[in-house]
């Protein structure tokens, strides 16, 4: 499938459009998809509960997760998105408000791909959009789709 999604798990209302407008005004095309808690982000990535019966062959190009989330904690919804063949693979950047070491090396023990703190600065946030457009939307060379990974 070729259909080059961003998928957004973030459950504050504000941030959620802080964020959009900062992919806007960063001239990002692609599709952004919002789940709004970890247990609908879960649902969407393998196919389940409200979202059962889509196609989970139709993954995201990127995650941006939130970690401070209602129902399933981000940590959570990383560590099942690592565990899982048909996701493991899939770029995940942590796009949040906690600066705790404890939150930054759990996320990148969980297998984290990148951990940006949300700039209060809409400038700021704008430019470190603008980046992660360059490198993991432009740049970046994911793994081959289908390829089971060896372990």
Request: aromatic content about 6%; some cysteine; charged content about 25%.
């Amino acid at each position: 499938m070729d259909h080059k999604y961003i998928l957004l798990v973030e459950d504050n209302p504000d941030d959620e459009l802080l964020t959009l407008r900062a992919l806007h005004a960063g001239q990002v095309a692609n599709e952004i998809v919002v789940t709004r808690d970890g247990v609908e982000a879960v649902d969407f990535l393998f196919g389940s509960g409200a979202y059962a019966g889509r196609s989970v062959d139709d993954v995201p190009q990127l995650i941006l997760l939130d970690l401070k989330l209602p129902k399933l904690d981000g940590l959570e919804v990383l560590q099942r998105i690592r565990a899982d063949d048909r996701t493991c693979h899939l770029p995940v950047v942590i796009l949040t408000s906690s600066d705790e070491d404890s939150d930054i090396l759990q996320s990148y023990q969980r297998g984290a791909n990148s951990y940006i703190r949300k700039p209060v600065d809409f400038v700021q946030f704008t430019e470190a959009v603008k980046q992660l457009k360059l490198y993991w939307l432009v740049l970046n060379v994911p793994p081959p789709r289908g390829k089971k990974p060896h372990r």
